[in-house]
């Protein structure tokens, strides 16, 4: 796994997760990946689930046209001064990636509006933090809020970790991982 990917692990479990859970639920990636797009899009079709990506970065997105079909949509929203303009969360979202396209500035944001989403999983959460930004915060959205923190040293060249949030109102998303692979945030 290469330095930028470290997030897979927590998105591909939350995907199989929440698609088990509530089969018709839709997977919302805000952002483009080059792994989880169409690692995503994959799974979302595998389930017989809707797909959509809200973009921000159209060259992103022109990179990942070719998966455009009845069931995997893609929509374009042009940055304000300030961040992401707001957007309409669709109900029925089951889980939503917040990949790496957006600033992690404007990620809390955008976090905000995904509360009523089954599980949200936000790549970067060291960095979120890094900006000033606080997960314990979260938790006056939130229910359940943790981050899963895990060296990969067996990436070549790097000392890179995962550093993901997992939240929801819905179920605790700790289940979803090995005992003791996940902070919660109390």
């Not at 042009?78 to 961040?83: H, N």
């Not at 990436?155 to 005992?179: C, K, R, W, Y």
């Amino acid at each position: 796994m290469d330095g930028i990917a470290t997030h897979l692990e927590a998105t591909v479990a939350v995907a199989l997760e929440t698609g088990r859970l509530w089969p018709n639920s839709m997977i919302l990636e805000l952002g483009c990946g080059d792994y989880s797009t169409p690692l995503l899009h994959r799974i979302a079709m595998y389930q017989n689930r809707p797909m959509l990506n809200i973009v921000s970065d159209f060259s992103w997105a022109k990179r990942f046209q070719h998966l455009i079909g009845p069931r995997h949509y893609f929509k374009y929203i042009s940055l304000q001064e300030g961040g992401w303009p707001e957007f309409p969360v669709p109900d029925g979202v089951g889980m939503a990636l917040m990949d790496n396209e957006q600033e992690t500035v404007f990620r809390f944001e955008n976090i905000k509006r995904m509360a009523k989403v089954g599980v949200v999983v936000a790549h970067d959460a060291k960095h979120t933090e890094d900006r000033g930004c606080r997960w314990i915060d979260m938790k006056a959205l939130y229910q359940h809020v943790i981050i899963i923190r895990r060296r990969y040293p067996e990436t070549p060249g790097t000392d890179e970790m995962a550093d993901v949030a997992v939240l929801s109102n819905v179920i605790d998303p700790a289940q979803f991982f090995h005992p003791g692979s996940v902070e919660v945030v109390a």
